[in-house]
């Protein structure tokens, strides 16, 4: 399913990044550009980052623990 329409970013691609290391939405977003025009997806962006055992603190742009 497309999580981001914006960047055409589906869940696959944002559980693949997950597992190639990406930790945060900022690097997903620099990535994929997941987030990077609307925003509408960052919150659906998170939750999968989360699933896949990473959480992002936006405003440190640090990984966190989930
Ligand atoms: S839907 Fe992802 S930036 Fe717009």
Known sequence: MYV???SG??????RQAAAE???CLADLSMRTGCGACCGSC???A???LR???AACD???GT???A
Not at 9 to 14: I, K, S
């Open 63 to 65: 990984a966190i623990a």
């Open 4 to 6: 981001c329409i914006c």
């Open 9 to 14: 970013v589906t869940d696959r691609a944002v």
């Open 58 to 60: 936006q405003k440190a």
């Open 42 to 44: 960052v919150p659906m």
């Open 46 to 48: 998170e939750q999968l």
């Open 21 to 23: 290391g990406v930790r």
């Open 51 to 53: 699933e896949a055992g």
